[in-house]
Each structure stands twice: as structure tokens, then as C-alpha cells.
């Protein structure tokens, strides 16, 4: 069964023949997106690249990336791409993150509650 949706993204009418709840056409540019960031990610020179300039980069916010992160569509460059954990502050990557804090805090965390 097809429902007519509006697109999460733009806000556009469409025919919603998944669980996505985006357009075809937002859909698409995900997609490239997402191949985008892993090519500029896996192709860099550096060592490790810090995540607010990816994001900035490409003109992402944290709640997007997150979302995608948490997706699966991230797991190449989670080694590669670092974050300022927002308790200790240590730069970790963001494949030992935890919303936007490191595992090691967040551990500590558990342990606190
Ligand atoms: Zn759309
Ligand atoms: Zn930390």
C-alpha cells in the first residue's frame, strides 16, 4: 500500500512506497552525500579528520549525521573522523562515541546512575 507523504526534508508531496520518509529527490541526494563524505573522509592525507569541519564542510548538522551515523552509513571512516568528547574534552573517534560523548564517560556515566 502507497501513501501520499510529505517528505521529512523538503517538505514535498510524495508517493511513499517504504519506510523511508523522505523524497525520492532527497533520497537521491542522501545517497551522493553520504558517498561524498566517505570518498573526502577515506581520500584525505591527514590522519584524522575532526567532525564539526566535515560538517561544515558539506553543510551538515550533528542531528543528520547523527541520524546516518546511526544508520550504518558511516561504519569506513568511524576510525578516521574525530570528536571533542563534550565531558572529558580528549579528542576521540566517532566510532567510540556515544551521542556526543566518549565511551570511556560514557561508562562512567552508567556507573554514576
Ligand atoms: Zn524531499
Ligand atoms: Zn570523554
Request: charged fraction near 25%.
Amino acid at each position: 500500500m502507497a501513501n501520499v507523504a510529505n517528505c521529512k526534508k523538503c517538505g514535498a508531496l510524495f508517493l511513499q512506497t517504504s519506510k523511508r520518509d523522505i523524497c525520492d529527490k532527497c533520497f537521491e541526494a542522501q545517497n551522493k552525500l553520504i558517498s561524498e563524505i566517505n570518498a573526502f573522509v577515506l581520500t584525505s592525507p591527514l590522519e584524522s579528520i575532526m567532525l564539526d569541519d566535515l560538517l561544515k564542510r558539506f553543510d551538515l548538522s550533528r542531528d543528520e549525521f547523527e541520524a546516518l551515523f546511526n544508520a550504518g552509513k558511516f561504519v569506513k571512516i568511524g576510525q578516521k573522523v574525530t570528536f571533542v568528547c563534550a565531558k572529558c574534552g580528549k579528542t576521540v573517534p566517532i566510532a567510540n562515541k556515544t551521542n556526543f560523548i566518549c565511551s570511556n564517560c560514557a561508562k562512567k556515566l552508567q556507573n554514576e546512575i
